[in-house]
């Protein structure tokens, strides 16, 4: 085998520190088959706009879009993405062919070296996050949010200029980046719970390709893809959109899959904490039953948006 392959990712310094990952995972697995890897660095709506609120930008999926376009038109054979960059339902000519092992999923507190997290904390935190928004202001209540863009090293940066004292972000960037050390307060997925698809890398290609779908079925990790149909499938069957405020987080014990979810009223004054429990065999079952549960019972305060 001498074939060449692109990937297809954003270019800023996580995304390709995950393209670097994946090119790692493939040569180790088909080190005897000699493969040619390019990336393609490719500038998505979200990075042209960085100073845009993304709920302005029309949603989340402004990370992925211009990728799963150059997939599409087979400019690239493998696009690299955050899962929780990932639009609930997918284009209907591509697919994730794998999903690597869960990173980190939690949440962490990045602040001014100068100061210490305690309960009466009054900082102003930045955030690009409804949902973190809602849910740091349950446990800080005076704490004061402020909308954030940028890539993990800019707002870092942005602490030290005194517009916030912190700011709250995923913890698999900051320590994929090595910025470990930066981290001022790790929230537990109870505490905060995450993004749906937190954590999670997804390897997309076309549905018809099925050389680069053997290609990377040997990446896959098993329980990430369990967890991450329970995920998506919460999602989707609540119907939020970019501006809905919610938490969902699915976690493999033995046979059994628990997911947590939290959905918060569009004022973020109102919020519905669920946890079930099912067959790691169905997760995207567990994941409709999670999410119709949390519709009939959280109704008064919140309505399917599609």
């Keep these: 085998m001498n074939k060449k392959i692109i990937i297809g990712a954003r270019g800023s310094k996580l995304s390709l520190a995950y393209v670097e990952k994946v090119k790692k995972l493939l040569k180790d697995i088909y080190r005897s088959d000699n493969l040619k890897i390019k990336v393609k660095k490719i500038k998505t709506s979200g990075d042209l706009f960085s100073k845009e609120s993304i709920s302005k930008l029309g949603g989340k999926n402004n990370f992925c879009k211009e990728i799963e376009e150059q997939l599409e038109k087979k400019k690239i054979d493998i696009a690299i993405h955050s899962l929780k960059d990932m639009e609930t339902i997918q284009n209907d000519n591509l697919t994730v062919a794998s999903y690597l092992k869960r990173n980190d999923p939690k949440d962490v507190l990045i602040l001014n070296k100068n ?8 900082f102003k935190i930045g955030t690009s996050s409804p949902r973190r928004e809602y849910q740091i202001k349950n446990i800080y209540k005076k704490i004061i949010t402020k909308e954030i863009r940028g890539n993990i090293d800019s707002r870092i940066k942005k602490i030290s200029t005194g517009r916030y004292d ?46 680069i779908k053997m290609l990377l079925s040997k990446l896959n990790d098993t329980e990430s893809e369990i967890c991450a149909k329970a995920e998506k499938k919460f999602l989707e069957t609540i119907g939020g959109d970019c501006h809905t405020a919610v938490g969902v987080f699915a976690e493999v014990h033995g046979e059994k899959l628990k997911i947590i979810s ?43 948006k599609k």
């Design 166 to 211: 912190g700011i709250m972000i995923a913890a698999a960037g900051v320590l994929a980046l090595g910025l470990e050390k930066k981290i001022s307060k790790i929230f537990s997925v109870n505490e905060v719970i995450p993004c749906g698809g937190q954590g999670i890398i997804a390897l997309q290609c076309r549905k018809k390709d099925f050389y």
């Design 115 to 122: 100061y210490s997290v305690d309960i009466d904390s009054s």
């Design 262 to 304: 939290q959905l918060f009223s569009d004022d973020g004054k109102h919020y519905f904490t669920n946890e079930k429990v099912g067959k790691i065999s169905s997760p995207e079952n567990l994941g409709k039953i999670a999410g119709e549960e949390t519709l009939i019972k959280f109704k008064k305060h919140f309505k399917k």
